[in-house]
């Protein structure tokens, strides 16, 4: 072999090499972006749940006694939040509607009720709770409450689209208002951080709570405890600022919702409960990912009046 020969063979594996750091380079960086933002459930299979329309508006007692809820369909039971394993205690959700309201109502199998904290926005996740969360385009809504009828309420919109959908023209949604938030257990959401108003109020919203039981009364087993919820389109239209979205609904419109229960007791062991359970599980212990969302269909009206 020559010299010049030999110049170029070495160049050539040089170039060859540098070629190969490159690639393994930019393959790394897109395996560690991808495996930052994979995310932790398959939204392709989630869970859907009926919501059906109704000519008769439930009354907002916490009893679900009325024959309109018989109208309703009841989700299937809820699973633990992480790894998808059944729940010890039964909690279910109905959902109905008109065209001034989504109602909500859950079923909670509890043998000691309880619940200490009694003010708006009390940090009522750290007790017995169950939650609402509904996802608009760019935004998404926190409900949570106890069996005290406590409620604890949070407006979040995803930060990189706080300027182009609309909300930094809102006085409401003034960033002054705003704080920062990136999750809880999942913090690499492909969509980045959040900004949540948690000083907002959804308006004309309506709830109640029963108790089949006594509350924070050991001495006895209890059967559980119901809530029901009223919310208005006009305060869900906040999550929609753009106007993209039918509001209310039309048939056969598919929205992303999730539906949660949180508890401080667990099923005992051999059994790993994480102490949160949902009707469609994450993956990881966290609400705040709205691809994790159960889907409700919303259907025309079968009951009569």
Request: hydrophobic share 40%.
């Amino acid at each position: 072999m020559s010299l010049v020969h030999l110049h170029l063979s070495r160049l050539g594996a040089l170039l060859f090499l540098g070629n190969a750091l490159v690639v393994s380079a930019a393959t790394n960086a897109v395996t560690e972006v991808t495996q930052k933002s994979r995310l932790p459930c398959d939204p392709q299979i989630a869970k859907t749940v009926v919501a059906r329309k109704t000519q008769v508006a439930p009354t907002i007692d916490g009893k679900l006694e009325e024959s309109v809820w018989s109208h309703a369909t009841v989700s299937q039971r809820f699973v633990d939040l992480i790894s998808g394993d059944g729940s010890y205690l039964d909690t279910r959700v109905r959902l109905l509607w008109d065209d001034t309201n989504l109602y909500a109502a859950y079923t909670i199998e509890e043998p000691k009720v309880r619940a200490q904290l009694t003010q708006h926005n009390d940090a009522i996740y750290t007790e017995n709770d169950v939650e609402l969360f509904i996802a608009g385009d760019n935004a998404y809504y926190e409900f949570e409450i106890n069996a005290r009828n406590t409620v604890y309420e949070v407006f979040f919109i995803w930060e990189s689209a706080y300027q182009s959908s609309g909300f930094a023209t809102q006085p409401e949604f003034a960033r002054k208002n705003l704080q920062p938030f990136n999750g809880v257990g999942y913090t690499t959401h492909p969509r980045g951080p959040r900004l949540g108003h948690f000083n907002w109020r959804f308006p004309g919203m309506r709830t109640a709570v029963h108790v089949n039981g006594t509350l924070n009364d050991d001495s006895d087993t209890d059967r559980g405890w119901s809530v029901e919820i009223a919310l208005p389109w006009s305060g869900i239209r906040a999550l929609f600022p753009e106007g993209k979205r039918t509001i209310p609904p039309k048939n056969g419109d598919l929205w992303a919702m999730d539906f949660s229960r949180f508890n401080t007791a667990k099923a005992p062991a051999p059994a790993k409960d994480s102490g949160g359970w949902a009707l469609n599980h994450h993956g990881i212990w966290d609400s705040h990912v709205p691809e994790c969302f159960a889907r409700v269909l919303f259907e025309g009206s079968k009951d009569k009046k």
